[in-house]
């Protein structure tokens, strides 16, 4: 029997069993933009990170952003979203920094 056979074939004893009927989430859509919006290069990294309780800056910077993203999407006052804006900005320059900087370790070695 191939491994994905035998794969499947767990999976749907357990499905039998109802070891998946009671998961966080069930039927709602699962939100991958966080996963999308973390670069390529990083994201396998970001995501044992994030399943063993880890979370690193740049995770965490992603998710001030679409925080602040969606904070400002409900201010209906301009002075409120330039303020905003600025902060979502500064993350985003931080951001960028950080995985340039990656990048070029990254060359280096």
């Not at 749907?12 to 390529?40: S, V, W």
Request: aromatic share 4%; glycine share 4%; hydrophobic share 35%.
């Amino acid at each position: 029997m191939s491994f994905e056979k035998t794969v499947e074939e767990l999976i749907r004893q357990a499905q039998e069993r109802g070891e998946f009927d009671n998961l966080p989430g069930r039927g709602k859509p699962i939100d991958l933009t966080a996963y999308f919006d973390t670069p390529e290069e990083v994201r396998v990294a970001q995501s044992v990170l994030k399943n063993a309780g880890f979370a690193s800056r740049e995770v965490e910077l992603l998710k001030e952003i679409a925080e602040l993203k969606q904070v400002m999407a409900g201010i209906m006052e301009e002075k409120k979203k330039q303020d905003i804006r600025r902060q979502i900005e500064q993350k985003q320059i931080e951001l960028s920094l950080m995985m340039e900087r990656q990048r070029r370790q990254r060359r280096q070695k």
